[in-house]
Nanobody, 125 residues
Framework: QVQLVESGGGLVQAGDSLRLSCAAS????????MGWFRQAPGKEREFVAS????????LYANSMKGRFTISRDNAKNTVYMQMNRLKPEDTDVYHC??????????????????WGRGTKVTVTK
């Protein structure tokens, strides 16, 4: 059984930093794609960042460029996201996603096969 378990969310003030982690078990994604999406209540899941396991190629949504950094440790089957200079509008539930394929470009959430339950990030003014 494949599981993705996120951790690292919390309540912070604007300008602060957080580091999210997502540990995968039951399947290795070292040659696939892992990423992060976020979702607010009543809204569609939004792409944040992704990283290819094979090449290490990273992609970011425009509003996260320069503030968020995605990385992965294939030996630990884990993906991370360092989030700096957080803003109140970054408040969301952040979900880890994974797929066996190399997903090229910024693709919708439903192109990823495996999902974590999410970790809540709240940024206050």
């Amino acid at each position: 059984q494949v599981q993705l378990v996120e951790s690292g969310g919390g309540l912070v003030q604007a300008g602060d930093s957080l580091r999210l982690s997502c540990a995968a078990s039951g399947r290795t994604f070292s040659r696939g794609t892992m990423g992060w999406f976020r979702q607010a209540p009543g809204k569609e899941r939004e792409f944040v960042a992704s990283i290819s396991g094979y090449s290490g190629t990273t992609l970011y949504a425009n509003s996260m460029k320069g503030r968020f950094t995605i990385s992965r440790d294939n030996a630990k089957n884990t993906v991370y996201m360092q989030m700096n200079r957080l803003k109140p509008e970054d408040t969301d539930v952040y979900h880890c996603a994974a797929d066996d394929r190399i997903i090229v470009g910024i693709r919708p959430w439903n192109e990823y096969t495996y999902w974590g339950r999410g970790t809540k990030v709240t940024v206050t003014k």
